[in-house]
C-alpha cells in the first residue's frame, strides 16, 4: 500500500519570503500522480499543483513550484514571494495511474504567513 | 465559480443513531468521493461512486455506510448506526472525468460528532 509522509506539522514564513514544505511517499508503482491540495481555514480543499510521475520536468504554477525527486520519493512544494493568503493547511497526496482512484493524503502542513 | 457544497456543516448525534451527509456535487461532474478526517490524522478515502454505482470503497467502508445520488443532483453518505468513532470531518468531492487526472474539487466538510 502506498503511504504519503508529511515531516513538518507546521511551518511559518515571511511575507515576500520563500518556503519549501516537503512531502515523501512509498509506492512499488512507477506510474503514478502526485499533487498539493491547499485548505484555508473553513474553506475547501483546492489542487495548487500537480506532477506525473513520467514527466521529468518539475511542475510550476505561477508562484508555486515542485521539487520532485522520484528516485528519492520526494516531492516538495516552493511557494515564492509568500503571500498571506498563503496561509493554510496544506496536504501532499499521491494518486496510482491505473487502478485505484483514490487519493493518498499526508497529514499535512499547517503554514503561517507572518506579514 | 461553481462548488461543491455540504450539508449540515456540523451535525451532532447520539451514537447508534442514523446520519445522512448531503452533497451537491459541481453540476457536470460525473464522478463523486467521499473522504473524512479523524481529529488529528489523515484525510482517508471512503467510496468513489459513478454512473449509479460504487466504484471503488476502502475497508473503512463497510455495511454500516451506504451511498446514494437520489435525484440527480444530491450525492448522500449514510451511517446506518453511528459509532464514536465515526466522529471525523467527511468531506464530499466530485470530478468532471475519471482517473487518475481528473482533478478532484471538494466540499468544506461535514463535521460529525458522535457522543
Known amino acids: 500500500a502506498q503511504t504519503v509522509t508529511q515531516s513538518q506539522p507546521e511551518m511559518s514564513v515571511q511575507e515576500a519570503e520563500t518556503v519549501t514544505l516537503s512531502c515523501t511517499y512509498d509506492t512499488s508503482e512507477s506510474d503514478y500522480y502526485l499533487f498539493w491540495y491547499k485548505q484555508p481555514p473553513s474553506r475547501q480543499m483546492i489542487l495548487v499543483i500537480r506532477?506525473?510521475?513520467?514527466?521529468?520536468q518539475n511542475a510550476t504554477e505561477n508562484r508555486f513550484s515542485v521539487n520532485f525527486q522520484k528516485a528519492a520519493k520526494s516531492f516538495s512544494l516552493k511557494i515564492s514571494d509568500s503571500q498571506l493568503g498563503d496561509a493554510a493547511m496544506y496536504f501532499c497526496?499521491?494518486?496510482?495511474?491505473?487502478?485505484?482512484?483514490?487519493?493518498?493524503f499526508g497529514k499535512g502542513t499547517k503554514l503561517t504567513v507572518n506579514p | 465559480e461553481p462548488e461543491v457544497t455540504q450539508t449540515p456543516s456540523h451535525q451532532v448525534t447520539q451514537m447508534g443513531q442514523e446520519v445522512i451527509l448531503r452533497c451537491v456535487p459541481i453540476?457536470?461532474?460525473?464522478?463523486f468521493y467521499w473522504y473524512r478526517q479523524i481529529l488529528g490524522q489523515k484525510v482517508e478515502f471512503l467510496v468513489s461512486?459513478?454512473?449509479?454505482?460504487?466504484?471503488?470503497k476502502s475497508e473503512i467502508f463497510d455495511d454500516q455506510f451506504s451511498v446514494e445520488r437520489p435525484d440527480g443532483s444530491n450525492f448522500t453518505l449514510k451511517i446506518r448506526s453511528t459509532k464514536l468513532e465515526d466522529s471525523a470531518m467527511y468531506f464530499c468531492?466530485?470530478?468532471?472525468?475519471?482517473?487518475?487526472?481528473?482533478?478532484?474539487?471538494f466540499g468544506e466538510g461535514s463535521r460529525l460528532t458522535v457522543l
Open positions: 453540476s457536470n461532474h460525473l464522478y
Open positions: 497526496a499521491y494518486r496510482s495511474q491505473g487502478g485505484s482512484e483514490k487519493l493518498v
Open positions: 461512486f459513478y454512473n449509479n454505482e460504487i466504484s471503488e
Open positions: 506532477q506525473e510521475a513520467y514527466k521529468q
Open positions: 468531492a466530485s470530478s468532471l472525468t475519471r482517473g487518475t487526472t481528473g482533478e478532484l474539487f
